[in-house]
């Protein structure tokens, strides 16, 4: 039976006529937060029961409690005296018998004065159709319209079919141990097993109390056998209290065990958490150890500025500069002083001329100073009175120029001699511009072992924020606090005991019915000892035949269980790889694990076995949509089973985009046609292109659905409705 | 899970053969709607078809007594 169409007047956001066709496959409702999915969810479920999925209550409400919220607020603005309605009809037809059933619930209000009076029902209709060619008959049977809805989809597998994305943590509750069994008890065919098992059973009970009857009516001594039948009453009913017993010994092992293994999760999540707290303070520890080194390094940056010298980076030139005036200064001072050398040299040279120009025949200069003195020239006799031109010629003789002192050679040039200064500054210069080529690798290593600091400060703020996500994460997940994590090993420790004394009990308790039925044996063949003539034979084999059949419909149905566990567990791995195959980080395997009580809950354990705790919330649901799927598809094995549309409403949320698509390639897969509502491909194009075009996919209809009034801007709904477009 | 689909897991039951009620060759070769001419599988067969054509346990517990008590 699949979905063929649905077609919506005035439902909600759906003001106006509005339809959409499916086909067979994984149809798929494209639309954002707020774009009318839920509300389409809310129409199939309405016209199905009468209810619509109130997501602020976590509930399912029925019309009553609705009313009038149903319809459109486009429709209710303004509206015209009379008759205002909502609807939504599905459209179901069986592809086998070609019979098609179409289901109408209608929503009516009268509207008088343009004020809305409400009413308190919907109105179903169904309609039939033998072939679907044929016209449709009406079907006024209530029983018939009943039972054709429980054929649709049968209300005991409905949970299973029909959800809310929010709803699929309920679907199998880990916190409940039958969770497991019950979906397979549900969606299997281990209920005929379990009838049949029954059925064997009181066969086998019925046979054995006509046995006994006949045993004791053919007895030889009444009295003792009346005693050795109390004795069998007593001994019947003391194995019945003690299978009860190791019943109940059995549910609280289990208890316990589960306690454990939660508190086993909880305590790893706990040590987790205390060991990333342990971790989040060395951290911190070490960060302030670089921040402290960090500092030292920029004061001592500083100071290496003036100590190291750092400041004459990029006074090279300074220094040459220097050292060209300096050579210049140098220079000048050397042809200074070789001028004045050369003057010199010039001036004796004079005075040893003019020494020269005196005849060979004037006397030495003690004549000429007594010629001066007696004014009177020696040379030619004649007079030559002072002060005459005679008499200045030859003080002229005398007065010649002597050879200067060779000490005016160490006089100054200048008036301040800095010549020993700047000399100097140009060696200081000079050490100096050698250490400057030094400057750069130093100032580059410490640059260097700043910047490693910093890395290793940014580094350690990284790690920091890393781990306090997931401290938080895995807070969030485990619902654990800080506080409760102190109490986890005392509770484990209790619930440790619990299980070692009920594990004991249960061994004590089996003993016990051991001995029981022995006696009850032994009894039993007293009785027939007792035995006069001979019991007939049919019913002798009456007897055996039964209780054999109950035999063998016990480990029939145990080992088509656990057949079946197998198989589950194959499948739902398939399933799991499959949905979580865009997901690298996804781990582990599922594992359905038997509990002492008969019960089986899915787990996740590693490659050699052992349980993976602490496991994501993403994981665990799709571990349960996995089961689901695997009961499913190994029911379809089977052959016989109609397949049922699986409608749900943003399954994927929960889960993120990775699994998107390995979420939709398994449904396509599972189920003959689906019809998922989804957000996660409205704004990733290249999902959405995926979905449409991967061959893996068996895809039916895509619609995208935009709603005239975005959600943010719904202060006035008045002309709220909704676009659909077909993508395919 | 058709009839024959249950009636094939119930024979592949060892107690059949442990306690001779059938040979192995005789087994691998029944069918539902065949006769066995064993009393055992013949209840089981009448606990299948009468359970999977929905009739209570009360009214399989009294077909298969009948067909006991012969």
């Given at each position: 039976?699949?979905?063929?169409?649905?077609?919506?007047?005035?439902?909600?956001?759906?003001?106006?006529?509005?339809?959409?066709?499916?086909?067979?496959?994984?149809?798929?409702?494209?639309?954002?937060?707020g774009?009318?999915?839920?509300?389409?969810?809310?129409?199939?479920?309405?016209?199905?029961?009468?209810q619509?999925?109130?997501?602020?209550?976590?509930?399912?409400?029925?019309?009553?409690?609705?009313?009038?919220?149903?319809?459109?607020?486009?429709?209710?603005?303004?509206?015209?005296?009379?008759?205002?309605?909502?609807s939504?009809?599905?459209?179901?037809?069986?592809?086998?018998?070609?019979?098609?059933?179409i289901?109408?619930?209608?929503?009516?209000?009268?509207?008088?004065?343009?004020?809305?009076?409400?009413?308190?029902?919907?109105?179903?209709?169904?309609?039939?159709?033998?072939?679907s060619?044929?016209?449709?008959?009406?079907?006024?049977?209530?029983?018939?319209?009943?039972?054709?809805?429980?054929?649709?989809?049968?209300?005991?597998?409905?949970?299973?079919?029909?959800?809310?994305?929010?709803?699929?943590?309920?679907?199998?509750?880990?916190?409940?141990?039958?969770?497991?069994?019950?979906?397979?008890?549900?969606?299997?065919?281990?209920?005929?097993?379990?009838?049949?098992?029954?059925?064997?059973a009181?066969a086998?009970?019925?046979?054995?109390?006509?046995?006994?009857?006949?045993?004791?009516?053919?007895?030889?001594?009444?009295?003792?056998?009346?005693?050795?039948?109390?004795?069998?009453?007593?001994?019947?009913?003391?194995?019945?209290?003690?299978?009860?017993?190791?019943?109940?010994?059995?549910?609280?092992l289990?208890?316990?065990?589960?306690?454990?293994?939660?508190?086993?999760?909880?305590?790893?999540?706990?040590?987790?958490?205390?060991?990333?707290?342990?971790?989040?303070?060395?951290?911190?520890?070490?960060?302030a150890?670089?921040?402290?080194?960090?500092?030292?390094?920029?004061?001592?940056?500083?100071?290496?500025?003036?100590?190291?010298?750092?400041?004459?980076?990029?006074?090279?030139?300074?220094?040459?500069?220097?050292?060209?005036?300096?050579?210049?200064?140098?220079?000048?001072?050397?042809?200074?002083?070789?001028?004045?050398?050369?003057?010199?040299?010039?001036?004796?040279?004079?005075?040893?001329?003019?020494?020269?120009?005196?005849?060979?025949?004037?006397?030495?200069?003690?004549?000429?100073?007594?010629?001066l003195?007696?004014?009177?020239?020696?040379?030619?006799?004649?007079?030559?009175?002072?002060?005459?031109?005679?008499?200045?010629?030859?003080k002229?003789?005398?007065d010649?120029?002597?050879?200067?002192?060779?000490?005016?050679?160490?006089?100054?040039?200048?008036?301040?001699?800095?010549?020993?200064?700047?000399?100097?500054?140009?060696?200081?210069?000079?050490?100096?511009?050698?250490?400057?080529?030094?400057?750069?690798?130093?100032?580059?290593?410490t640059?260097?072992?700043?910047?490693s600091?910093?890395?290793?400060?940014?580094?350690?703020?990284?790690?920091?924020?890393?781990?306090?996500?997931?401290?938080?994460?895995?807070?969030?997940?485990?619902?654990?606090?800080?506080e409760?994590?102190?109490?986890?090993?005392?509770?484990?420790?209790?619930?440790?005991?619990?299980?070692?004394?009920?594990?004991?009990?249960?061994?004590?308790?089996?003993?016990?019915?051991?001995?029981?039925?022995?006696?009850?044996?032994?009894?039993?063949?007293?009785?027939k000892?007792?035995?006069?003539?001979e019991?007939?034979?049919?019913?002798?084999?009456?007897?055996?035949?039964?209780?054999?059949?109950?035999t063998?419909?016990?480990?029939?149905?145990?080992?088509?269980?656990?057949?079946?566990?197998?198989?589950?567990?194959?499948?739902?791995?398939?399933?799991?790889?499959?949905?979580?195959?865009?997901?690298?980080?996804?781990?582990?395997?599922?594992?359905?694990?038997?509990?002492?009580?008969?019960?089986?809950?899915?787990?996740?354990?590693?490659?050699?076995?052992?349980?993976?705790?602490?496991?994501?919330?993403?994981?665990?649901?799709?571990?349960k949509?996995?089961?689901?799927?695997?009961?499913?598809?190994?029911?379809?094995?089977?052959?016989?089973?109609?397949?049922?549309?699986?409608?749900?409403?943003?399954?994927?949320?929960?889960?993120?985009?990775?699994?998107?698509?390995?979420?939709?390639?398994?449904?396509?897969?599972?189920?003959?046609?689906?019809?998922?509502?989804?957000?996660?491909?409205?704004?990733?194009?290249?999902?959405?292109?995926?979905?449409?075009?991967?061959?893996?996919i068996?895809?039916?209809?895509?619609?995208?659905?935009?709603?005239?009034?975005?959600?943010?801007?719904r202060?006035?709904?008045?002309?709220?409705?909704?676009?659909?477009?077909?993508?395919? | 899970?058709?009839?024959?689909?249950?009636?094939?897991s119930?024979?592949?039951?060892?107690?059949?053969?442990?306690?001779?009620?059938?040979?192995?060759?005789?087994?691998?070769?029944?069918k539902?709607?065949?006769?066995?001419?064993?009393?055992?599988?013949?209840?089981?067969?009448?606990?299948?078809?009468?359970?999977?054509?929905?009739?209570?346990?009360?009214?399989?517990?009294?077909?298969?007594?009948?067909?006991?008590?012969?």
């Open positions: 039976m699949i979905i063929e169409k649905i077609e919506l007047e005035n439902f909600m956001c759906y003001a106006g006529k509005n339809s959409m066709v499916f086909t067979e496959g994984i149809n798929v409702i494209i639309g954002d937060n774009y009318g999915k839920s509300k389409l969810y809310d129409a199939f479920y309405w016209v199905m029961y009468d619509v999925y109130i997501s602020e209550k976590k509930e399912f409400q029925n019309t009553k409690m609705v009313k009038s919220k149903i319809i459109s607020d486009k429709a209710k603005w303004k509206p015209k005296d009379g008759k205002l309605s909502a939504a009809s599905i459209t179901f037809h069986n592809l086998e018998t070609d019979k098609k059933y289901l109408e619930r209608k929503y009516t209000v009268n509207v008088k004065d343009g004020v809305i009076v409400e009413s308190n029902d919907s109105e179903f209709t169904v309609m039939q159709k033998e072939l060619y044929l016209s449709a008959k009406m079907v006024s049977d209530e029983e018939e319209k009943r039972k054709i809805v429980a054929r649709i989809l049968p209300p005991h597998i409905k949970d299973y079919l029909w959800f809310q994305g929010e709803q699929v943590e309920s679907i199998i509750d880990f916190n409940k141990q039958d969770s497991l069994t019950q979906a397979i008890n549900v969606l299997s065919s281990i209920t005929r097993y379990d009838e049949l098992n029954d059925i064997a009181a086998a009970k019925s046979a054995n109390s006509e046995y006994d009857r006949e045993v004791k009516r053919l007895s030889k001594d009444t009295g003792r056998s009346n005693e050795l039948e109390k004795e069998k009453g007593y001994l019947e009913v003391k194995i019945t209290d003690l299978q009860t017993d190791e019943k109940e010994v059995n549910e609280n289990s208890r316990a065990e589960a306690k454990c293994d939660e508190l086993l999760g909880k305590q790893a999540d706990a040590t987790k958490v205390k060991e990333l707290q342990e971790k989040i303070k060395g951290v911190y520890n070490l960060l150890v670089w921040n402290d080194t960090l500092k030292e390094e920029q004061i001592s940056f500083h100071r290496k500025m003036f100590r190291n010298k750092w400041v004459l980076k990029g006074t090279e030139n300074l220094q040459e500069e220097y050292a060209k005036r300096f050579s210049a200064y140098e220079q000048k001072k050397l042809v200074l002083i070789a001028e004045r050398e050369a003057k010199n040299n010039r001036e004796n040279e004079t005075a040893e001329k003019l020494q020269t120009r005196l005849p060979f025949n004037v006397p030495e200069p003690n004549y000429v100073q007594w010629m003195d007696k004014q009177r020239c020696l040379v030619c006799d004649r007079e030559a009175k002072i002060n005459s031109v005679e008499w200045k010629k030859i002229e003789l005398i010649r120029p002597e050879k200067k002192p060779k000490s005016s050679d160490d006089e100054p040039l200048t008036l301040q001699n800095f010549t020993d200064d700047l000399k100097w500054l140009y060696t200081n210069g000079l050490s100096l511009s050698s250490r400057i080529a030094d400057i750069d690798d130093e100032i580059k290593e640059l260097a072992k700043r910047n600091i910093n890395a290793k400060v940014r580094s350690a703020n990284k790690d920091l924020e890393s781990i306090e996500q997931d401290i938080q994460k895995l807070l969030a997940d485990t619902s654990l606090n800080i409760s994590a102190g109490h986890i090993l005392d509770e484990y420790s209790i619930q440790n005991k619990y299980a070692k004394e009920y594990s004991e009990q249960r061994i004590k308790l089996s003993q016990q019915i051991e001995y029981a039925k022995s006696n009850l044996k032994n009894v039993k063949d007293q009785l000892e007792l035995v006069t003539g019991i007939p034979k049919w019913l002798e084999d009456k007897k055996n035949i039964l209780n054999d059949f109950e063998i419909a016990g480990t029939t149905r145990e080992r088509v269980f656990n057949n079946l566990i197998a198989q589950l567990e194959k499948e739902a791995n398939s399933h799991y790889e499959s949905m979580t195959s865009g997901n690298k980080s996804t781990r582990g395997q599922i594992k359905l694990r038997k509990l002492p009580n008969g019960y089986f809950m899915p787990e996740i354990i590693d490659n050699n076995g052992v349980p993976l705790l602490g496991s994501n919330t993403s994981n665990l649901i799709l571990v949509l996995a089961a689901i799927m695997a009961i499913i598809s190994a029911k379809n094995n089977d052959g016989v089973v109609n397949l049922y549309t699986l409608i749900t409403d943003a399954p994927t949320s929960v889960f993120g985009e990775d699994y998107t698509i390995g979420f939709c390639k398994t449904v396509s897969k599972v189920y003959k046609q689906s019809i998922i509502m989804s957000k996660e491909f409205y704004k990733n194009q290249t999902l959405r292109n995926e979905l449409l075009t991967n061959s893996e068996r895809i039916g209809k895509v619609y995208t659905i935009t709603p005239s009034i975005p959600e943010n801007e202060s006035n709904r008045n002309n709220l409705s909704t676009k659909i477009e077909a993508l395919n | 899970m058709t009839k024959e689909n249950i009636f094939k119930y024979l592949e039951d060892p107690l059949l053969i442990e306690k001779n009620y059938i040979t192995k060759e005789k087994l691998d070769k029944l539902l709607i065949e006769e066995s001419h064993v009393k055992l599988i013949e209840v089981i067969k009448i606990a299948i078809n009468e359970n999977v054509d929905g009739q209570s346990e009360g009214v399989v517990s009294r077909k298969l007594n009948q067909y006991l008590n012969k």
